[in-house]
């Protein structure tokens, strides 16, 4: 008992476990909060209602010691698409939940969740791993974790995911699944084209994956805001997942989900946080070509400094410190009209409260209009861009914009586009990185994988 009583902090009980062990309502709280379970004499004679002869002894030593490595958050390896799924307990079940983001282009909305397998006690000290892909019910499947944060799934009856009307049917229920409407309601050609390429690669695993680990970024009291899982507007690419992490003077999106151009796992924006850019008045910032002079003067500025550090090898580098106060920017940052040179530096909109009207110059595309319409504080960027198959990637300037704690932007200048990211707001268990290295490394494998 006491041995269980110690591991039940994996599974998140918080409360004092003496007092548990003392009480005997340990076993319950760990492996049976969503049920009732009938007490019967003696510590481990507590008789699940739904499985006869069945003890908690069996179901922690069978199932929940047996797969504690898979809880937490992974990536599935679906090529450029990526994902994020979340292994959880739940009751007497360990289940495998795919986040998906909201329908497209409602960023604001909460994240959808499928199941896409459970594993629970059909009988005594054996477990049993049912795939949860398709509509017609739960059906035989596999687990195997195949190394230190890897583990793959297989189903083994595959013609459980297959329906009645073929592959139109199956592609028709994806898409109102996916997007939320039908072929006739999207009118862009290169949309169609991308959606059903999409349907096409992707439908091909038959949830036959392997995943592997990730972890939610460390949090610093001197990072802008608190980094974590965002949901961004990629054009026709629809809604993807980002994770935001800060590393010392820079900031950095990694894609979670991706698409044909950008892949999951790369690093879809860099942030530098020792650039602040100082927006024009609102009429001003109408005009492209004075946002975009501002930048570019921007770019200038952090280029020059990068031949006196050494080259961009060693900006690059600076994503790698650890976390670090961020340095004010220079007196000399190239400023907007109106600016009042160091003064204005000095006095950033975030602490004070104050905001900044905001809108997007005209001819900048937006998935969402429903913007927000002032904004903290704006910093330099770089956004990677690439064609198909992620040929001839490129960093391109562009400004990052922090509306909120929850809501930032990115203006990426030569796309004459415009992406809002929404925090997750889901609670993840079990994905905190055990150490700053740890989470690094974790981004670098990723990135790896993804080229």
């Avoid at 709280?29 to 004499?41: E, G, W």
């Avoid at 698409?81 to 795919?98: H, K, Q, R, S």
């Avoid at 028709?172 to 084209?193: A, N, S």
């Amino acid at each position: 008992m006491v041995k269980i009583l110690t591991e039940a902090l994996e599974y998140g009980v918080c409360e004092n476990l003496r007092k548990l062990e003392i009480t005997g309502v340990s076993c319950r709280d760990v492996y049976a909060k969503c049920i009732n379970p009938r007490v019967k004499s003696g510590r481990f004679m507590k008789i699940l209602p739904d499985y006869e002869h069945m003890e908690y002894r069996d179901v922690y030593t069978c199932l929940l010691h047996r797969y504690r490595h898979i809880l937490g958050l992974w990536q599935p390896d679906i090529g450029p698409y990526g994902g994020l799924l979340n292994v959880v307990v739940d009751g007497l079940f360990i289940i495998g939940w795919m986040y998906l983001p909201p329908h497209d282009p409602h960023v604001d909305d909460p994240m959808r969740f499928k199941p896409l397998f459970r594993i629970h006690l059909m009988e005594r000290k054996s477990a049993t791993v049912e795939c949860m892909y398709g509509h017609r019910g739960p059906h035989n499947g596999h687990v195997q974790v195949v190394k230190k944060d890897e583990f793959s799934t297989k189903c083994n009856q595959t013609d459980h995911h297959r329906m009645s009307g073929g592959r139109q049917e199956e592609f028709r229920t994806w898409l109102r699944e996916e997007w939320g409407r039908t072929l006739e309601d999207i009118f862009h050609e290169h949309m169609q084209e991308l959606i059903l390429m999409k349907f096409i690669y992707t439908s091909q695993y038959d949830n036959c994956l392997t995943y592997r680990r990730i972890y939610l970024p460390p949090s610093h009291p001197d990072d802008l805001i608190r980094p974590g899982l965002f949901k961004g507007t990629y054009g026709s690419h629809g809604l993807e997942i980002v994770m935001l992490s800060f590393h010392g003077k820079h900031a950095r999106g990694t894609k979670i989900t991706g698409d044909p151009n950008i892949p999951a796992g790369q690093q879809t924006v860099e942030i530098d946080l020792r650039h602040r850019i100082h927006l024009p008045d609102i009429e001003s910032l109408r005009d492209f070509n004075e946002l975009s002079r501002i930048v570019l003067e921007v770019r200038e500025q952090v280029r020059q400094e990068q031949q006196q550090e050494g080259g961009p090898e060693d900006a690059e580098g600076l994503g790698q410190q650890s976390p670090q106060p961020c340095a004010e920017p220079p007196a000399e940052q190239a400023k907007g009209p109106g600016d009042g040179g160091a003064e204005a530096a000095a006095e950033p909109p975030a602490q004070s409260g104050q905001g900044q009207p905001f809108v997007l110059p005209v001819g900048v595309s937006s998935r969402n209009e429903d913007y927000p319409r002032t904004c903290r504080m704006c910093f330099y960027g770089t956004g990677l861009i690439a064609g198909h198959g992620f040929t001839s990637p490129e960093r391109t300037p562009g400004v990052f914009v922090l509306f909120d704690e929850d809501r930032f932007g990115f203006i990426w200048l030569e796309l004459k586009s415009f992406s809002l990211y929404s925090r997750v707001q889901a609670a993840f268990r079990n994905a905190d990185a055990p150490s700053p290295q740890a989470f690094e490394e974790m981004l670098k494998n990723i990135q790896s994988l993804a080229s």
